[in-house]
């Protein structure tokens, strides 16, 4: 009984306190209290952009240390992704209206004759909740699959994942598809899954090989970096 209590009120904490009780909810993958605080920071007038980067972004990336540094595994991963999404759920449309900046845009999906999709899916909520805008074009990816999303998507980075040693080639081919097209260079190419490794990635001609999802979103935001850094330049 004790417990019932205890029991914390969001709108009756500070905006600080109610962002780090945020971070809390999100790392122990409670949807409903993600999604209460997030509406309950809209009330009070923050920014669609802050609520994201402030409150969920900035509790994802917690959830991200813990994962890289093997404190969480996946199914808590998992469920934080979870949480996470209900909350953009809510402020997806507040940001469209609003124009916010995002990260940059993701096109990512699992190899042709490949059906697996935990890690591809774990990637995808993993950036989105980065900040990045995600289209995951599914398992089983033909070459003209991913050549068709990039058209249509213009986005900055191409995922591709594979979980089987027999499917691992097939990333060659899309990259060497889009090198014969002249479109290679448009785009950071990042590849990932349980039978990759570092050298498969260089030999292949990706851009990066992302052993998990934390390290994903960290090789994403810093080529994103790079290309803002660039164009500033430029």
């Known amino acids: ?110 190899v042709k004759g490949d059906i697996h999709d935990i890690g591809k899916n774990l990637v995808s909520m993993m950036m989105e909740g980065a900040g990045f805008e995600v289209v995951d074009i599914g398992i089983n990816n033909p070459v003209e699959n991913y050549v068709e999303a990039l058209k249509e998507e213009e986005p900055d980075i191409l995922g591709m994942s594979a979980l089987l040693t027999t499917t691992m080639p097939y990333m060659k081919v899309v990259i060497d598809t889009m090198v014969e097209m002249g479109i290679r260079d448009d785009y950071v190419v990042l590849v990932g899954g349980a039978p990759l490794n570092e050298e498969f990635g260089k030999a292949i001609g990706a851009d990066g090989y992302c052993r998990d999802a934390a390290v994903a979103v960290e090789t994403a935001k810093e080529y994103m970096a790079r290309k803002h850094n660039e164009l500033a330049a430029g």
Do not use: C
């Open 1 to 110: 009984m004790a417990e019932e209590e205890e029991d914390i009120i969001l709108s009756e904490l500070d905006d600080d306190e109610l962002v780090e009780q945020m971070y809390d909810d999100l790392y122990d993958g409670l949807k409903e209290e993600i999604e209460e605080g997030t509406n309950i920071l809209i009330e009070r007038g923050w920014a669609p952009y802050d609520v994201l980067t402030k409150a969920l972004v900035g509790g994802m990336t917690v959830v991200g240390a813990d994962f890289r540094d093997g404190i969480l595994f996946v199914p808590e991963v998992l469920l934080a992704a979870n949480a996470m999404k209900a909350g953009m759920a809510i402020l997806k449309p507040l940001l469209a209206e609003t124009g916010a900046p995002r990260m940059g845009k993701m096109v990512i999906g699992t």
